[in-house]
């Protein structure tokens, strides 16, 4: 072979080399900002391992119980990726607009059954209880999908039951259609909707009509409702880079109602 082929064929080896050597570098750099950007975003966290769901029936009154249990002793919501027999995001958010919907919340009383419910932006992310003893195996139902939605009549946040598919606890603040004062009966249909049975002596309320109290039938698990009248913006008018308000954002405050469902384990 004359120099000059060799010379040739040399150049051509070493740009291939070169070409070949810098996709796996660029390969490598991609890969580590694609952990980097899941760690921030929680999306997935190598210590938590959570078992798939392996049971062909619904959650248990008891298992329910032992869920809510655990969640009021926790010490820190751990995001990971879905396993099987988990719901995906798309249903999570599809459980979210039909629970509001079914709720009557951010509804007028005379918009009926076929209002379609707009949650404006909407975000959503999977997560489990975390110990504090580093790498655990996590239970399929202790995982929640916590979808976070906001437009400039309603807001809040709901956290969806990722092996049931329903909704066990809710913050929702209301800017329209503000009921007149707390509606406890909706304890009723939060309990029904999660899969419970509410006992027939109804919901005891305190004096001062902002807390409210319905148990379930068999069970200590009990439904509570928190309800506060206040003064408040939509996430989507406020400055989000200061942080806080200023002096003409308070005067623009309205009225709003806050109200905190939730599925909690009674002691008595």
């Not at 032992?66 to 249903?91: L, M, R, Y």
């Not at 606890?169 to 406890?184: C, G, N, R, S, V």
Request: with cysteine; proline share 2%.
């Amino acid at each position: 072979m004359s120099r000059k082929y060799k010379y040739t064929f040399f150049t051509v080896f070493l740009a291939l080399a070169f070409s070949f050597g810098s996709m796996k570098a660029m390969d490598f750099i991609l890969k580590v900002r694609e952990q980097q950007l899941l760690e921030e975003k929680g999306t997935v966290l190598p210590d938590v391992f959570v078992l798939e769901w392996q049971e062909k029936d619904d959650l248990t009154v008891h298992q329910v119980e032992e869920t809510v249990k655990c969640w009021e002793e926790s010490v820190k919501f751990t995001t990971h990726n879905p396993v099987s027999g988990q719901i995906s995001i798309e249903q999570a958010i599809k459980e979210s607009k039909s629970w509001m919907k079914e709720m009557s919340l951010g509804i007028s009383e005379w918009g009926g059954n076929d209002v379609e419910i707009d949650l404006g932006a909407v975000n959503a992310v999977l997560g489990t209880i975390e110990e504090e003893t580093g790498r655990q195996q996590a239970e399929p139902q202790n995982s929640f999908w916590k979808v976070e939605f906001s437009n400039h009549s309603i807001q809040g946040i709901l956290y969806v039951n990722a092996v049931t598919g329903k909704i066990w606890f809710a913050d929702i603040t209301l800017f329209e259609y503000l009921p007149d004062q707390m509606p406890y009966w909706k304890l009723k249909y939060f309990l029904e909707l999660a899969g419970l049975q509410a006992t027939h002596k109804g919901s005891v309320q305190n004096s001062e009509k902002t807390e409210s109290l319905w148990k379930v039938k068999d069970s200590q698990l009990c439904a509570k409702m928190e309800f506060l009248r206040t003064l408040d913006m939509p996430a989507d008018e406020k400055d989000d880079e200061k942080g806080q308000l200023d002096v003409d954002e308070k005067k623009q405050m309205k009225e709003c109602v806050k109200i905190t469902f939730k599925l909690s384990v009674s002691s008595s």
